[in-house]
């Protein structure tokens, strides 16, 4: 059941909707062929260079696993209270993996349970439904697997050499997978995830039928129609500061649906706390051009867009996010 499939046997192309972001089929990166790559790639940097949304297909995901995940989770998120807190988060881990939900005062409707990679000590599964900690064990190796292509797509993409963030982040061990439940809109308001743009690398969104997820593009709210077997990926703040903005970190949100909960689980491709965030010389001195941003240590980021979150400022100026870290022209 959990077994990944052949990339070229699966998802044929006519079962996935239409959609309003680019679609890439990852299959031309995983074959030895040539045949393919450099149209994938062309889309690839189009759509990073100007918003950072697109959606991959024939990714070597298993979509079996893809969808009893989502029904898993469901299962779960029906839990009475008392199931659920069963997964609270440990007092020591860095950041609060396990069952919660968003803080009262938060503007984000939706409750989560957040993991570390399967070998992680800080990790508190679920006991039920079952099958849920071998899933989402099983889905953090294959999603890390195309996380890991994907990188090196960006780095060939960029112009960098062909391992380059691999070899900038060695250490695997701050990668996330958070499963979330957005809850049914109310009447006053629909907010599941306010407008934002993710602090890490690399994300990777699997998404329910409900819909809900919208990217910013010109000005312009975007839906991010469901596809089935789709991965929908976006560029977070690390490559948009390491490219000196030449690759953009994706404004996006989750806007809930009435009468309706909506299910997603995503894999959030990160760095190491300890590692020195700046704009590459390859991006501003060697062709010279004025750095964007100040270094940080991401770990500093990270502990502020945290301090938001629990914290949540009384003005949406005092939110932090990677315009602390501008240099202005
Ligand atoms: O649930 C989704 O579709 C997206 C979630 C998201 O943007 C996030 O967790 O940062
Ligand atoms: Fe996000």
Same mark, same amino acid.
């Given at each position: 059941?959990?077994?990944?499939?052949?990339? =070229?046997?699966?998802?044929?192309?006519?079962?996935?909707?239409?959609?309003?972001?680019?679609?890439?089929?990852?299959?031309?990166?995983?074959?030895?062929?040539?045949?393919?790559?450099?149209?994938?790639?062309?889309?690839?940097?189009?759509?990073?260079?100007?918003?950072?949304?697109?959606?991959?297909?024939?990714?070597?995901?298993?979509?079996?696993?893809?969808?009893?995940?989502? =029904?898993?989770?469901?299962?779960?998120?029906?839990?009475?209270? =008392?199931?659920?807190?069963?997964?609270?988060?440990?007092?020591?881990?860095? $950041?609060?993996?396990?069952?919660?939900?968003?803080?009262?005062?938060?503007?984000?409707?939706?409750?989560?349970?957040?993991?570390?990679?399967?070998?992680?000590?800080?990790?508190?599964?679920?006991?039920?439904?079952?099958?849920?900690?071998?899933?989402?064990?099983? $889905?953090?190796?294959?999603?890390?697997?195309?996380?890991?292509?994907?990188?090196?797509?960006?780095?060939?993409?960029?112009?960098?050499?062909?391992?380059?963030?691999?070899?900038?982040?060695?250490?695997?061990?701050?990668?996330?997978?958070?499963?979330?439940?957005?809850?049914?809109?109310?009447? =006053?308001?629909?907010?599941?995830?306010?407008?934002?743009?993710?602090?890490?690398?690399?994300?990777?969104?699997?998404?329910?039928?409900?819909?809900?997820?919208?990217?910013?593009?010109?000005?312009?709210?975007?839906? +991010? +129609?469901?596809?089935?077997?789709?991965?929908?990926?976006?560029?977070?703040?690390?490559?948009?500061?390491?490219?000196?903005?030449?690759?953009?970190?994706?404004?996006?949100?989750?806007?809930?649906?009435?009468?309706?909960?909506?299910?997603?689980?995503?894999?959030?491709?990160?760095?190491?706390?300890?590692?020195? +965030?700046?704009?590459?010389?390859?991006?501003?001195?060697?062709?010279?051009?004025?750095?964007?941003?100040?270094?940080? $240590?991401?770990?500093?980021?990270?502990?502020?867009?945290?301090?938001?979150?629990?914290?949540?400022?009384?003005?949406?100026?005092?939110?932090?996010?990677?315009?602390?870290?501008?240099?202005?022209?």
């Amino acid at each position: 059941m959990l077994r990944g499939y052949i990339c =070229e046997e699966i998802l044929n192309q006519e079962m996935v909707e239409p959609s309003s972001i680019p679609t890439v089929d990852l299959s031309v990166f995983l074959r030895e062929k040539e045949d393919g790559k450099k149209k994938a790639m062309e889309t690839i940097t189009k759509a990073c260079s100007e918003y950072g949304f697109f959606q991959i297909i024939n990714h070597g995901v298993s979509l079996d696993l893809m969808k009893q995940a989502i =029904e898993l989770s469901k299962t779960f998120f029906d839990y009475s209270d =008392e199931e659920k807190n069963k997964s609270s988060p440990l007092s020591n881990s860095p $950041l609060p993996a396990g069952y919660g939900r968003q803080h009262m005062h938060s503007p984000d409707k939706n409750e989560y349970l957040l993991l570390f990679p399967p070998w992680s000590n800080f990790n508190v599964y679920p006991q039920n439904p079952p099958q849920f900690r071998e899933a989402i064990e099983e $889905l953090f190796v294959q999603m890390s697997k195309i996380a890991v292509i994907m990188e090196n797509i960006i780095n060939d993409c960029l112009g960098l050499p062909s391992d380059f963030l691999k070899e900038f982040n060695q250490d695997r061990s701050w990668d996330l997978m958070s499963f979330k439940r957005y809850f049914p809109a109310s009447k =006053e308001e629909n907010v599941g995830i306010a407008e934002h743009e993710d602090g890490n690398c690399l994300t990777f969104v699997v998404q329910d039928g409900v819909g809900g997820l919208q990217v910013l593009r010109n000005g312009e709210w975007i839906p +991010v +129609v469901p596809a089935e077997g789709t991965i929908v990926v976006n560029v977070g703040d690390v490559i948009q500061v390491l490219s000196n903005k030449k690759f953009k970190s994706a404004t996006h949100r989750v806007v809930r649906k009435d009468e309706q909960s909506r299910y997603s689980f995503v894999l959030f491709h990160n760095l190491n706390g300890e590692k020195w +965030v700046e704009p590459l010389p390859q991006f501003t001195k060697e062709i010279g051009e004025a750095p964007k941003y100040r270094g940080f $240590l991401y770990k500093e980021y990270q502990q502020l867009r945290m301090r938001n979150k629990t914290h949540p400022p009384s003005q949406p100026e005092d939110v932090i996010h990677i315009t602390h870290y501008a240099i202005d022209p």
